[in-house]
């Protein structure tokens, strides 16, 4: 699998619930960024957590970092119609080299 | 203020055609950079430049060649463009070099090869 794999691949969910999507990693990192891209849009940074922190949060975003199995999960709380967009995390390894998942399409059902 | 731009949104061209996309940031950024997105969203880095130099220079053909007159413009040249090709294409900035720093990305450009 790559570096940086998005689980699941797509997740629908009501509007009020929360999200969770899950990445997974290879090698050891410096970073881990987590990204939103609404469709035909840029990507939108989210959040950054470093190696060495556990847990991050910003509004209603929750990222955890479990760099002893070499994964990460974002949670969206009370989701929103809004939120329905592709989110990506992309990954610093230690040679500096950045590489990006391929995404969690979330769908936020009214 | 559009803070990184992108020309053309779209762009639809032949096989064997060459092709620039144009990247400008006004955020007073020091590093651009060039992703393709194909079509199963897969994002890869392409290239990163910091204060008009080459840093970041993935497996990617010599067809193309990104070009950094100043800082704040990152341009894509593609030579002999083949349907491979066909991607969005996303320039982005940060201020800082070499570590992973807060990217701002522009809006993408979908270029359809046929």
């Known amino acids: 699998s790559q570096q940086g794999e998005e689980d699941p691949q797509a997740l629908s969910i009501q509007e009020g619930e929360n999200a969770t999507m899950n990445c997974s990693y290879k090698t050891s990192i410096n970073n881990l960024q987590w990204y939103r891209q609404n469709s035909g849009r840029g990507l939108v940074h989210l959040i950054l957590?470093?190696?060495?922190?556990r847990e991050k949060h910003s509004g209603r975003l929750r990222v955890t970092l479990d760099t002893s199995k070499k994964s990460s999960s974002l949670l969206i709380t009370a989701s929103r119609a809004a939120d329905t967009a592709s989110y990506f995390c992309?990954?610093?390894?230690?040679?500096?080299?950045?590489?990006f998942g391929k995404g969690t399409r979330l769908h936020i059902l009214p | 203020d559009t803070a990184v731009s992108q020309t053309p949104k779209y762009l639809v061209t032949q096989m064997g055609n060459d092709k620039s996309i144009k990247c400008e940031q006004n955020l007073g950024h020091d590093t651009m950079y060039w992703y393709k997105q194909d079509s199963k969203k897969f994002l890869k880095i392409m290239f990163s430049?910091?204060?008009?130099?080459?840093?970041i220079n993935e497996t990617v053909p010599n067809r193309f060649s990104p070009k950094s007159p100043d800082k704040a413009h990152l341009n894509l040249h593609i030579n002999s463009l083949e349907l491979g090709d066909s991607a969005v294409y996303f320039c982005?900035?940060?201020?800082?070099?070499?570590?992973?720093?807060?990217?701002?990305f522009g809006p993408g450009t979908r270029l359809t090869v046929t």
């Open positions: 430049y910091n204060n008009k130099e080459l840093i």
């Open positions: 957590i470093r190696s060495n922190e």
């Open positions: 992309a990954t610093e390894g230690r040679d500096d080299k950045i590489i």
């Open positions: 982005a900035s940060s201020q800082g070099s070499g570590r992973f720093n807060e990217q701002y």
